[in-house]
């Protein structure tokens, strides 16, 4: 049973250039969450997305977009990037109803910007 | 806004030694999770704590629940160098169908022989 996906592992970007970073959540899962974890720190809550819709969103600009797909996948969109987007981006998927079995994190992707 | 601070931040504990580490978070919520982070690796789920006085145990690692207090804490028996890891916890708050992670500033364990 696979876990959570997420591509890429590793990705470098300019100043000002546009990000996307995909998720596919664990089977089963139909609730996907997208956090931002600077170096040195805890990960913050960028959003999360249920049946297609943004439901809860954190302290982020509009930069910073999403959509969920009728499969579940995810993706994470950030433009005209910054030097402080520069983090490890994780995705953590659940099921909506049983978050008692609490949630899924996947490995990451690591973006930094230059 | 929900606030949530580990302490300590930084553990430096022989091998063989006990410690807890603490987690106090600042709006009631009756469900907190500890994970483990691994340099330049991702979350690992150690524990869910779904209830006032819940507590669970794995290996040498024992957490607890006390919803009242708004506390939580990791307790660590015996430490051995492979415990040398970030710990997080971290508050689950529901917000209608959504709901939401808070994550505290996590601990740096470092194990010494």
């Known amino acids: 049973d696979a876990g959570v996906t997420q591509s890429p592992t590793h990705l470098i970007k300019t100043r000002g250039q546009q990000v996307t970073l995909r998720c596919s959540p664990k089977s089963g899962h139909d609730t996907v969450s997208w956090y931002q974890q600077a170096l040195g720190q805890g990960p913050q809550f960028i959003f999360q997305y249920y049946e297609e819709e943004e439901r809860q969103r954190g302290n982020f600009p509009d930069r910073f977009s999403g959509h969920q797909f009728p499969n579940y996948s995810s993706e994470l969109n950030v433009n005209a990037l910054l030097l402080g987007d520069s983090a490890l981006y994780l995705c953590a998927s659940s099921e909506l109803g049983r978050r008692f079995y609490g949630y899924t994190f996947g490995s990451g992707t690591r973006l930094t910007v230059v | 806004e929900l606030k949530v601070e580990q302490n300590p931040l930084f553990l430096s504990m022989q091998e063989g030694k006990n410690y807890t580490i603490y987690c106090n978070y600042s709006t009631t919520s009756d469900r907190l999770y500890w994970y483990r982070q691994d340099p330049g690796k991702s979350l690992e789920s150690l524990f869910v704590?779904?209830?006032?006085?819940a507590v669970k145990q794995e290996g040498r690692l024992m957490a607890s629940l006390d919803t009242k207090a708004r506390l939580s804490t990791l307790h660590i028996t015996a430490a051995v160098h492979d415990l040398s890891a970030t710990y997080f916890c971290a508050v689950d708050l529901e917000i209608g169908t959504a709901s939401k992670l808070t994550f505290g500033t996590g601990t740096r364990l470092q194990v010494t022989l």
């Open positions: 704590l779904l209830s006032n006085g």
